[in-house]
C-alpha cells in the first residue's frame, strides 16, 4: 500500500526558521517504528529463506480467509491486525510509506507522547484490516504494509487543520481538534480530503501503484483514515495546549 499525501503545514505564527529543528529530529518512537519497518524488510530480503518469509507472511500477515471459520483460531489471529503493518511488499513500497510515516507521524507523536501514539498506530492499523477484511472476508491474499496505520495519521491531521506549533522546538500539531463541521468548511482540508480520496479511488480501480506490483489494499487506507479523522480525540492528551 502506498501513500503520495501533501504534508502538514506550519502554524501562520510559527517561530522563526532559526528555531525550527532539523530534517531528521524525529521523535524516538517514529525512529524506533521506521527501524522495525526497515529491519524486518531487510530480514525478509536477505536473511530469511522463501520458506522462511512464507512462513512469517503466514503468521505475521493480515489474511482474511483466516477468520472464515475454516480454519482454527491460533496465536496469530491475534496478533497479525497489529503485526502486519511492518510488513512491506517491496523497496519502493517501504520508502514511500516511510516517507509519510516521517511526515505525518513524526508531528503526531510530538503531540501525543511515545505511548499514546504506539497505541493509535495499533488502533489504527486494526482499523484498516478491519475494514479491509470487511469487503473481502473470504480472500486468501495476505494484508500487508503500514499505510492503513499511516492513514489514520493523516485522518488525525486533517482534524488539527494540519497545523503545526514549532515553538517548543519540535513540530507538533496544534491546537484542539477542530469540529468535524468545521473541518468540512476548511478549503484546505477539504482540498486534500478531495485528493487524497481520487488517489485512493484511482489506485484501487487500476489496482496497482508505481512499485507495487501487488493490488493496491484501498479499503484498508480508508479504515485507517476514517479511524484518525474521528477518533482522534480519544487518543490526544487532556489539556494539551500549543502557543498560538
Known amino acids: 500500500m502506498t501513500n503520495t499525501h501533501p504534508q502538514p503545514r506550519d502554524h501562520e505564527q510559527g517561530v522563526p526558521p532559526s528555531r525550527r529543528e532539523p530534517v531528521f529530529n524525529m521523535p524516538g518512537i517514529v525512529l524506533l517504528a521506521i527501524g522495525l519497518c526497515v529491519g524486518v524488510h531487510l530480514l525478509r530480503v536477505y536473511v530469511l529463506t522463501p520458506e ?3 512462513a512469517l507472511l503466514v503468521r505475521a500477515a493480515f489474511i482474511p480467509v483466516r477468520y472464515s ?3 482454527a483460531l491460533d496465536i496469530w489471529a491475534f496478533t497479525s491486525p497489529f503485526t502486519y503493518t511492518f510488513l512491506h511488499g ?5 520508502f514511500v510509506n516511510m516517507v509519510w510515516l516521517a511526515a505525518f507521524g513524526s508531528p503526531l507523536a510530538n503531540r501525543l507522547g511515545a505511548a499514546r501514539f504506539a497505541l493509535f498506530w495499533a488502533v489504527s492499523g486494526a482499523a484498516a484490516a ?9 480472500d486468501p491474499s495476505p494484508l500487508i504494509g503500514a499505510s492503513g496505520a499511516i492513514a489514520g495519521m493523516m485522518g488525525a491531521a486533517a482534524r488539527f ?3 503545526i506549533d514549532r515553538s517548543s522546538g519540535q513540530a507538533a500539531f496544534s491546537g484542539a481538534p477542530l469540529p468535524v ?5 476548511s478549503r484546505t482540508v477539504m482540498t486534500f480530503l478531495i485528493v487524497w480520496m481520487v488517489i485512493n479511488f484511482v489506485t484501487g480501480i487500476v489496482g ?5 506490483s501487488d493490488r493496491i489494499a484501498w479499503e484498508a487506507h480508508v479504515g485507517g483514515f476514517f479511524l484518525g479523522f474521528f477518533g482522534i480525540q480519544f487518543f490526544d492528551r487532556r489539556g494539551y ?3 498560538a
Open 181 to 185: 463541521s468545521m473541518v468540512f468548511r
Open 161 to 163: 487543520g494540519f497545523l
Open 69 to 71: 471459520g475454516q480454519y
Open 90 to 94: 517491496s523497496f519502493t513500497h517501504l
Open 52 to 54: 522462511q518469509d512464507f
Open 130 to 138: 478491519g475494514l479491509h477484511y470487511s469487503l473481502h472476508m473470504n
Open 241 to 243: 495546549s500549543t502557543a
Open 208 to 212: 496497482f501503484a508505481p512499485g507495487v
